[in-house]
């Protein structure tokens, strides 16, 4: 690398590793990341905590204002909003929900440039919800209704033009709730038959059984892209890419790559080891998610399709820290002369 490529990833500056590629990272407002991301004279006063229970075990985030986004996409060129997975953007009587106040005010603060990856609501794509302290069937599972009315048409609404990806987020799912690949198939198909055709779309399963070749079919009708995601029970990412035969699906020319765990390490202690995400924690980052993606970045780059990158903190400890790793990893690699 030059000099001057050097210094940019050590000042987290991502936004120009390479034309075909762009980072982001899995929410953002994290104190964790001043001095990186964030400049602490510009929020003194300003940063709020929040209590967060995760199992038996309980954490005080510290949390910056919204208006922090200006800052972070002056490294970042992408931003995945998580907060939209919780709940809907509209109530049953169509008036705005809270997460549509929020989601206004980061709009706010956007730029013609910054654009944006939206978790679509649990409501809509998990077939299990946690309610009233158990796990029970979602009688609303891939409505696509209540897809369109109460979250696609108004956040299109509210912050299209920013808008490149939607993730279709399905749980785990263990076998005694599990349809088979064939019947999976079906309901997504059905679902993106009655849905907007969009180039935006992107679907996550993190039930390896259900990932078939009738599965990946589906996805090139629509033209919906395979979010190859380093997550705690799905096989390695390599092998994600593999089993669809290295192919890329999404019409809108994107590959999302999701690094959001360990694999093998659940939720309750990817977090307890990662809090409070100002750094890498020893151990904890895998240097064969590095290296998978970064083959997956180069695999996407030679067949014309844009690599987008999101990075949780729960990966290794600091998104950021472990952006300068992919990026590194990936910009090392073409000085090898290895193909990109």
Not at 8 to 23: K, M, Q, T
Not at 49 to 64: A, Q, Y
Not at 81 to 93: A, P, V
Not at 263 to 278: G, I, M, N, Q, S
Request: glycine content about 6%; some cysteine; overall charge neutral.
């Amino acid at each position: 690398m030059t000099p001057e490529t050097t210094a940019r990833i050590e000042r987290f500056e991502f936004r120009s590793v390479h034309s075909g590629v762009a980072f982001g990272t899995a929410s953002d407002r994290y104190a964790g990341w001043l001095c990186q991301i964030y400049s602490p004279p510009r929020y003194d006063g300003r940063i709020t905590t929040r209590k967060k229970k995760i199992g038996k075990s309980s954490f005080t985030e510290s949390v910056l204002p919204v208006d922090s986004v200006v800052e972070y996409f002056d490294h970042f060129s992408l931003l995945e909003i998580d907060f939209t997975f919780y709940s809907l953007l509209r109530n049953l009587d169509s008036s705005p929900a809270r997460n549509h106040f929020v989601l206004e005010k980061y709009v706010q603060h956007l730029r013609p440039s910054d654009r944006l990856y939206l978790k679509v609501p649990q409501a809509v794509c998990a077939l299990k919800l946690w309610r009233s302290g158990r796990y029970s069937h979602n009688p609303d599972y891939l409505d696509p209704k209540l897809f369109v009315n109460r979250f696609y048409s108004p956040v299109n609404d509210l912050a299209g033009e920013h808008i490149c990806g939607f993730i279709f987020e399905q749980e785990y799912l263990v076998k005694k709730d599990r349809p088979s690949p064939e019947e999976s198939v079906a309901g997504w198909d059905r679902f993106f038959n009655e849905i907007p055709a969009d180039t935006r779309y992107h679907l996550e399963l993190r039930t390896p059984s259900l990932l078939s070749g009738e599965h990946f079919e589906m996805l090139e009708s629509h033209g919906v892209g395979q979010v190859l995601s380093h997550w705690t029970w799905l096989p390695r990412l390599m092998d994600q890419y593999s089993k669809s035969e290295n192919r890329f699906f999404n019409s809108g020319k994107r590959v999302l790559i999701r690094l959001v765990t360990p694999r093998r390490l659940r939720y309750e202690e990817t977090y307890r080891r990662a809090f409070p995400f100002d750094t890498l924690v020893p151990g904890m980052l895998d240097p064969g998610m590095i290296e998978d993606t970064t083959d997956i970045m180069a695999a996407a780059i030679q067949k014309g399709v844009r690599a987008d990158v999101i990075i949780n903190n729960r990966a290794g400890g600091n998104a950021p820290r472990i952006a300068q790793e992919v990026a590194a990893a990936f910009l090392e690699r073409q000085e090898r002369g290895l193909p990109v």
